[in-house]
């Protein structure tokens, strides 16, 4: 059974930086694709980054592309976000997700086309 556990979240200021980690165990995801979604409050599960499973593509939703950025490690079996310049409409409640079956590709984008999920960090970005 795979888990998948966030961390890096926090309360920072507008325009500070933070790093979000993803430690997967239970098996090796090196050729799963793996991603970040978000949900801020009284708002649905939006998609935030994904990277295939070799990490020679990444995808964004348009408002985090040029602050955002994800990677992978796969020797680690880590997946991470790195946030910069961050803004009140950041805050929410971060996912991470990994696709279930190897070396596939497609629907990064949405929420049901992954098979795990993490519990979730709080980003809070005070303006």
């Known amino acids: 059974q795979v888990q998948l556990v966030e961390s890096g979240g926090g309360l920072v200021q507008a325009g500070d930086s933070l790093r979000l980690s993803c430690a997967a165990s239970g098996r090796s995801l090196s050729t799963n694709a793996m991603g970040w979604f978000r949900q801020g409050p009284g708002k649905e599960r939006e998609f935030v980054a994904a990277?295939?499973?070799?990490?020679?593509?990444?995808y964004y939703r348009d408002s985090v592309k040029g602050r955002f950025t994800i990677s992978r490690d796969n020797a680690k079996n880590m997946l991470s976000l790195q946030m910069n310049s961050l803004k009140s409409e950041d805050t929410a409640v971060y996912y991470c997700a990994a696709k279930g079956a190897s070396w596939a590709s497609g629907s990064y984008n949405r929420s049901a086309w992954y098979d795990y999920w993490g519990q979730g960090t709080q980003v809070t970005v005070s303006s």
């Open positions: 990277i295939s499973w070799s990490g020679g593509s990444q």
